[in-house]
């Protein structure tokens, strides 16, 4: 079993940065691809950032593409999600996510799940 905790959400006004963090325990993630949701009010959680366990496979969502960046510390079984310029329609609950099984950008490819953290980002 693989636990993960969020943390770095918050309250920031557009064209701001947010960095969140992803601790996971129970296991280590170094050999799990690893990734962020987010799940705004009323819509459905969707895909926004996937690592591979080699670093070599990245994928981001055409909303977040050069304003985030996902990266990861195995040796500390750490994930980080950089969020530049941030813009009101980022405002989510945002969800870490890992996977034995390799990265994917379904909701499915995934096997744990963080609680989430908030992120508002104001106008």
């Known amino acids: 079993q693989v636990q993960l905790v969020e943390s770095g959400g918050g309250l920031v006004h557009a064209g701001g940065s947010l960095r969140l963090s992803c601790t996971a325990s129970g296991r280590t993630i170094s050999s799990y691809a690893m990734a962020w949701f987010r799940q705004a009010p009323g819509k459905e959680r969707e895909f926004v950032a996937a690592k591979n366990w080699s670093t070599k496979t990245i994928y981001y969502a055409d909303s977040v593409k050069g304003r985030s960046t996902i990266s990861r510390d195995n040796a500390e079984n750490m994930v980080y999600l950089q969020m530049n310029s941030l813009e009101p329609d980022d405002t989510a609950i945002y969800y870490c996510?890992?996977?034995?099984?390799?990265?994917?950008?379904?909701?499915?490819?995934?096997?744990?799940w963080g609680q989430g953290t908030q992120v508002t980002v104001s106008s």
């Open positions: 996510a890992a996977s034995p099984r390799g990265v994917s950008m379904t909701l499915s490819g995934y096997d744990y």
